[in-house]
């Protein structure tokens, strides 16, 4: 679940690949921030808001 902030640079499938390739060995507070950084790299102008769920 994320804000426009998000959406306005990068795509469901992008997030999802980000997501799953850092999910081994990041906690979901690093993949979350990283998320953010890489928004902002990519000239982000909203604000962001992230929730990622983990289901086992």
Known sequence: IASDGIWDV?????V???VSQRASNKSL???I???FDKCL????SDNM????????
């Open 10 to 14: 990068i795509n469901n499938e992008q």
């Open 41 to 44: 790299q990519e000239e982000s």
């Open 16 to 18: 999802a690949l980000f």
């Open 33 to 35: 921030s990283d998320l």
């Open 29 to 31: 507070s690093e993949i």
């Open 49 to 56: 808001t992230a929730f990622i769920i983990k289901l086992d």
